[in-house]
């Protein structure tokens, strides 16, 4: 392998490990926050009301938060310091701040006065009480979504800089608050009591994310000068570039209502049933797809010279991105399909989460691992369209993906069920599956737009094939040994769902990366240089 290509892959597995050690990090508080909530809540109306309540405020942070900033904010701002001209780049990133204010503020706004019309929209199926607290819930959780724009803001600046430990990590205290909340409250109060408690915890959880980033983005900016960049035409095409992401993200969020919407009038527990599973589902995704989009956008971004100099520049980390995810994603699909029970009931198996539930998570866990393949490759994808300053493209293709999404929903929601001689609730898995196959189409027409403009490659077809043969092997076999320890009268193992998990997960993984290292896959074989060289 010629030394720059080693250099490139180098560089990138680190990007993407500082990316992953922070997000991994925070996913692992949030599990921990997860379990804690489950053991309180269950899948009860009160969960319901919670998990409903805050997809709502959770609008600004996805339509104003990270996507939206990486995609036009990060490019520009690079190009800039690229270029050399600091004093304009300080100057951008302060009016970008000054006009994401300014929109926060007022959606934060007419979010809380709006909350009982919104309620009516997201969740029909909710009545009474638990309507009652949903309202409420909104109206807690949109100052927080509001303070949590700003820390996007924050990783933009930080990513731009290669730091990107912090700001992946700084969930970690969001977390820690709800989780504080969870602990202190939850012995002694109802559950609906216990979510308003919760709901507070997540905004003073929101501040401190925000407070621990800002003084790392105080030292790289130095002072910050707030202005709405008036004549700015670095400013105009940050905006002009956010657009096609806003409205990619809002249709990515109407789809996401959609789930929530069609679950509220599924039979009671749909709503955090589908929660607690993209909480699962959304972990790989985060450590691998995540990790390596975030890490690449901003090295794609300083590429320069003629435009093929630029085209083979992203076709090559193009391509080690797309090795490094499907790495580390096969196995988690083929570990999500065989093992989901030991993983659901390693989470959430405590208090008022029983076996029943963690059949019930398995399989919507189960259904959105059919599209996980698809979408973390397609972020990666979506981050070059980025570099090449093309937003448009994606939001075209996303357009696509929701449509199915919501028509597949539907069919599978309300429909499938019956027709395969199901329980109604099952139809919340259902939805996960179409979703699953509208992020397989969406996926299909970015590499192919990608193709036709740079000849954007593909992860090789013989690489693929060695990984599914690993990870097929060694979950086929980590099933064996979880049906060969003891169980109980009731099928349950008898070792309890930690031990368990730590014993069959540990053996799906070890025999998972020493099959690869037999079947010689480069991104095992290289871990030793790796370690020497650091």
Not at 62 to 81: C, D, K, R, T
Not at 173 to 191: C, E, K, R, S
Not at 366 to 374: C, D, F, N
């Amino acid at each position: 392998m010629p030394p720059a290509l080693q250099a490139d892959r180098f560089s990138a597995r680190r990007s993407s490990a500082l990316v992953g050690a922070g997000i991994l990090s925070s996913r692992l508080a949030g599990l921990v926050r997860e379990r804690i909530f489950a053991h309180y809540f269950g899948n009860s109306a009160a969960a319901d009301a919670f998990k409903a309540a805050f997809r709502i405020p959770n609008l600004l942070q996805n339509l104003f938060g990270e996507g939206v900033l990486s995609a036009s904010f990060i490019p520009v701002y690079v190009s800039l310091h690229a270029r050399g001209d600091e004093a304009e780049a300080r100057r951008l990133a302060g009016a970008v701040l000054a006009v994401l204010s300014l929109a926060t503020v007022l959606m934060v706004l007419a979010g809380v006065l709006a909350a009982p019309w919104l309620i009516e929209v997201i969740a029909p199926g909710f009545h009474g009480p638990e309507r009652a607290l949903t309202i409420e819930l909104v109206r807690i959780f949109f100052p927080g979504a509001g303070l949590l724009v700003f820390s996007a803001w924050c990783l933009g600046v930080l990513n731009s800089h290669h730091r990107f430990f912090l700001s992946y990590a700084a969930p970690v205290v969001w977390n820690g608050a709800i989780i504080a909340a969870l602990l202190y409250y939850g012995p002694h109060h109802d559950q609906f009591s216990l979510a308003v408690y919760v709901a507070w915890g997540t905004v003073a959880g929101s501040v401190l994310q925000v407070a621990v980033q800002w003084p790392s983005v105080k030292k790289l900016l130095g002072p910050i000068v707030l202005s709405l960049g008036r004549g700015s035409v670095h400013l105009r095409e940050v905006i002009v570039n956010a657009m096609p992401v806003f409205a990619g993200r809002g249709v990515v969020q109407i789809s996401a209502y959609v789930d929530a919407l069609l679950a509220s009038l599924l039979p009671t527990g749909a709503v955090a049933t589908l929660a607690y599973s993209q909480t699962l589902y959304l972990l790989p995704v985060s450590l691998f797809g995540m990790s390596v989009s975030a890490a690449e956008l901003p090295a794609m971004s300083r590429a320069t010279g003629s435009e093929q100099a630029v085209a083979d520049l992203l076709r090559k980390r193009l391509l080690i991105g797309l090795r490094q995810i499907s790495f580390f994603m096969l196995p988690s699909v083929l570990g999500f399909l065989i093992l989901g029970d030991v993983i659901v009931a390693a989470v959430y198996r405590t208090g008022a989460f029983n076996h029943h539930d963690v059949i019930y998570v398995w399989g919507t866990l189960a259904g959105a691992s059919v599209g996980l393949l698809a979408s973390s490759r397609g972020r990666l994808y979506s981050s070059t369209y980025y570099a090449l300053r093309d937003t448009r493209s994606p939001l075209n293709y996303a357009l696509i993906r929701v449509a199915l999404t919501t028509v597949l929903g539907i069919i599978a929601a309300f429909w499938l069920p019956g027709w395969l001689g199901l329980a109604p609730a099952w139809g919340v898995a259902g939805l996960t599956v179409a979703a699953g196959f509208a992020a397989w189409v969406e996926f299909v027409l970015l590499r192919r737009g990608l193709r036709r403009r740079i000849q954007a490659p593909d992860a090789p077809k013989l690489f693929m094939l060695k990984l599914t043969l690993a990870a097929a092997a060694a979950a086929a076999a980590a099933r064996a040994l979880l049906d060969a320890l003891p169980h109980s009268a009731a099928g349950l193992p008898l070792w309890g769902p930690w031990p368990t998990a730590a014993v069959v997960l540990g053996c799906f993984g070890a025999l998972y990366f020493v099959l690869c290292y037999l079947l010689r896959v480069p991104e095992i074989t290289a871990v030793p240089r790796l370690l020497r060289r650091r």
